[in-house]
């Protein structure tokens, strides 16, 4: 989930925004996506529509191996185009949305549930927040846990909360989150 070294190169000429509040708001993918649409070939607009028209899944692994890897150089240049036009902010929104999307298969719960519990002192819940979105740990709620935890002496929250911080945001466990995310969204 890192950026690309001249995206990162923005991020920083840009001061280092932050998106943790897009975790609360409507997350509005309408920029990104318009203008790259926009600035796509016509030929990668006919292979999309024939993506959309698409009914079964071997159709559309077909379609997406055959003809998706020849415009993926395309679409990069393109994404590259507007973030430098609009600025790293335009690229927020997606980054929360896979977070939005992939939660629920690896942690169980969707993003929502995980952030209300979150935000009344729900540690488990803060837990898995920290691991998926490690600069969720600067926010308020997690600020106010980890105060308590140092006041109260416990320490085995402050290791909880290394690993947390030590573990990549969405590692597969023994459950096949591919089936997962297919349960969650059917």
């Known amino acids: 989930m890192a950026l690309l070294p001249e995206m990162y190169k923005k991020f920083e000429e840009e001061g280092c925004p932050d998106w943790t509040s897009l975790y609360s708001s409507t997350i509005d993918l309408n920029d990104i996506f ?3 649409s926009r600035s ?3 030929a990668l607009k006919t292979e999309v529509e024939k993506f959309r028209r698409a009914v ?3 159709d559309i692994e077909k379609i997406k191996n055959r003809n998706f890897e020849k415009y993926e150089e395309e679409v ?12 790293i902010k335009t690229l927020f929104p997606s980054y929360v949305l896979s977070h939005v ?15 209300n519990k979150a935000k009344n002192g729900d540690r488990k819940s803060i837990l ?3 691991q998926m979105d490690k600069s969720l740990i600067a926010s308020e709620w997690s600020s106010r846990e980890i105060r308590k935890a140092r006041m109260a002496g416990e320490l085995e929250y402050f290791e909880l909360l290394s690993k947390a911080l030590r573990t990549e945001a969405f590692r ?9 995310c297919v349960l969650v969204f059917c």
């Open 34 to 36: 318009l203008r790259c």
């Open 40 to 42: 796509y070939a016509d």
């Open 56 to 58: 079964d899944f071997p």
């Open 76 to 87: 990069g240049e393109n994404v590259r185009a507007v973030l430098k036009q609009k600025g």
């Open 101 to 115: 999307l992939l939660a629920p298969a690896f942690f169980g719960e969707n993003l929502a549930d995980l952030l």
């Open 128 to 130: 898995k927040l920290v």
């Open 172 to 180: 597969p466990q023994k459950r096949d989150y591919r089936l997962s």
